[in-house]
Nanobody, 128 residues
Framework: QVQLVESGGGLVQAGGSLRVSCAAS????????MGWFRQAPGKEREIVAA????????YYADSVKGRFTISRDNAKNTMYLQMESLEPEDTAVYYC?????????????????????WGQGTQVTVSS
């Protein structure tokens, strides 16, 4: 069974930076698409960024494009989300997700229903 554990969330002032990490265990995910989602209070969960198994192909939601960077270190079975120029609107619980597919090395998924494994979430709070 795959387990995903997020870390690195916290409280930061607007304009600041944070990096959240997602460590996977139970299976190597180097061939599997992964992604970051977030859910703010009273809102639906939304895609933030996604990355192919190879790490070559990435996707960003318009709201974070140019400010966030998704990456992965397959040797460490870990994915990252570097967040810069944070805004109060970025406040949410951030979840990492991984697909069980091992044949999508060069694809990323944007829909949460395409992911099979989820972390417990990490809170990111941006104060104004």
């Amino acid at each position: 069974q795959v387990q995903l554990v997020e870390s690195g969330g916290g409280l930061v002032q607007a304009g600041g930076s944070l990096r959240v990490s997602c460590a996977a265990s139970g299976r190597t995910l180097s061939s599997s698409p992964m992604g970051w989602f977030r859910q703010a209070p009273g809102k639906e969960r939304e895609i933030v960024a996604a990355i192919s198994g190879s790490g070559i192909y990435t996707y960003y939601a318009d709201s974070v494009k140019g400010r966030f960077t998704i990456s992965r270190d397959n040797a460490k079975n870990t994915m990252y989300l570097q967040m810069e120029s944070l805004e109060p609107e970025d406040t949410a619980v951030y979840y990492c997700a991984a697909s069980s597919s091992t044949t999508s090395t060069h694809y990323y998924y944007r829909r949460d229903r395409d992911y099979n494994y989820w972390g417990q979430g990490t809170q990111v709070t941006v104060s104004s």
